[in-house]
Structure formats: C-alpha cells, structure tokens
C-alpha cells in the first residue's frame, strides 16, 4: 500500500471515530430517553476517543505528506538525470 493511501485510511478512521462517537451517544441518549450535554456524554462513554482521532489525524497527514515528499524527489531526481 502506497503513503498516501495508507494516510488517507489514516484519515478515515479519525473520521469513523469521531462520528461514531457522537452516533453513540445519541442511540443511548435516544435508548434511554437521556437528556443533557452531548460532548459531554461522549467524553464519558468513550474518555479517550478523542485523543484516538487527534492520533489519527497526525499520523495520516504525515503518511501523505511522506508519500507527496518522495513523489516530488523522484521527479527531481528523474528531471536531474535527464
């Protein structure tokens, strides 16, 4: 699997999480006719979920950026040897 693609799954996941954390939330809250702040009931069912998708996002913006950095040396690699 290339860098970018395995960033942009890196990406996907911190997205996949930091919805399905919400989407939690609000199937309990629906289940159990619950009321009250939203971030604050996703922070207590899942405390460190947002810390994942923080850790997601690092790791696939720097897979990307990884992929474009070899992609553009070996374009200058192959204009110098031409």
Do not use: C, H
């Not at 947002?50 to 200058?76: H, N, P, T």
């Amino acid at each position: 699997m290339s860098k970018r693609k395995t960033g942009v799954s890196f990406l996907g996941i911190a997205a996949f999480i930091y919805v399905f954390r919400y989407v939690n939330v609000a199937l309990f809250a629906i289940a159990f006719n619950s009321r009250g702040a939203m971030n604050d009931s996703a922070q207590e069912y899942m405390p460190n979920s947002g810390m994942l998708v923080i850790i997601s996002l690092i790791i696939g913006i720097a897979y990307i950026l990884w992929g474009e950095w070899d992609s553009w040396k070996e374009k200058r690699l192959d204009k110098t040897q031409k």
